[in-house]
């Protein structure tokens, strides 16, 4: 299985951007780069996701290196409900007829957001 | 966005009884169901995948025999902790996805066995 791998935790303080940044030297061709936050007691929630172009929505902007090899997250404001433990996962595709899609969590990045 | 349901959120129970989880997707048909457990401080550890109307197939170290999957339609896939033990005591997390989508988490169960 593709691996990821981030800082354990990182502190920004309120109102500045956060670059939380992910490698997966081993990412194949098919792979998607997933990001999704987890609040305490809570499931993880979607933030977005990637294929090779960068990605922009409501919640943050995907930067994802030339090679692949590496990507951002970048949230452009930190507000205090983002203090979450964000995963960066390569969707694995379970072969090209299995359509399972699982998903394998490393250790996330914790982020700490300061008032 | 797409919405799933986990119930109970959290269940406290006897050593030795089963414990069913339920997890819906409330507004789209989820072809594929997850099941993942998660210990405190730690990260999200995949059982088992679930696919409509198929056995399950569970991740290398899970027991099929102690956690039992059934996902009987579209919307629901149930998760049965048999003959529960205080290891077992952890947090329960279902997820669901259609086609290639991303995959949308319940806001988990909380089981502790006494």
């Known amino acids: 299985d593709a691996k990821t791998t981030q800082p354990n935790s990182m502190e920004s303080n309120e109102e500045e951007p956060v670059h939380l940044p992910c490698n997966h030297s081993t990412i194949s061709g098919t792979d998607y780069i997933h990001w999704y936050r987890q609040l305490p007691s809570q499931g993880p929630e979607y933030v977005i996701h990637?294929?090779?172009s960068n990605v922009n929505n409501r919640m943050a902007s995907l930067a994802i290196a030339e090679d692949r090899k590496s990507s951002t997250l970048i949230l452009h404001r930190a507000t205090l409900r983002d203090a979450a433990v964000y995963y960066c996962i390569l969707r694995d595709g379970g072969g090209p007829t299995s359509g399972t899609y699982k998903y394998i969590f490393g250790t996330g990045t914790r982020l700490k957001v300061l008032a | 966005g797409a919405v799933v349901s986990q119930h109970p959120s959290w269940v406290i129970c006897k050593s030795g009884t089963s414990v069913k989880i339920e997890c819906r997707s409330l507004?789209?048909?989820?072809?594929?169901m997850f099941w993942y457990r998660q210990f405190p401080k730690q990260s999200l550890m995949l059982m088992a995948t679930?696919?409509?109307?198929?056995?399950?197939?569970?991740e290398q170290g899970v027991e099929k025999d102690k956690f039992l999957i059934n996902h009987a339609s579209l919307t629901l896939s149930t998760l049965t902790v048999t003959s529960a033990h205080p290891e077992d005591s952890s947090f329960y997390i279902c997820s669901a996805r259609t086609g290639k989508q991303p995959q949308h988490f319940g806001d988990g169960t909380r089981l502790s066995i006494l």
């Open positions: 679930s696919n409509e109307g198929s056995k399950a197939t569970y």
């Open positions: 990637g294929l090779t």
């Open positions: 507004d789209f048909q989820a072809t594929t």
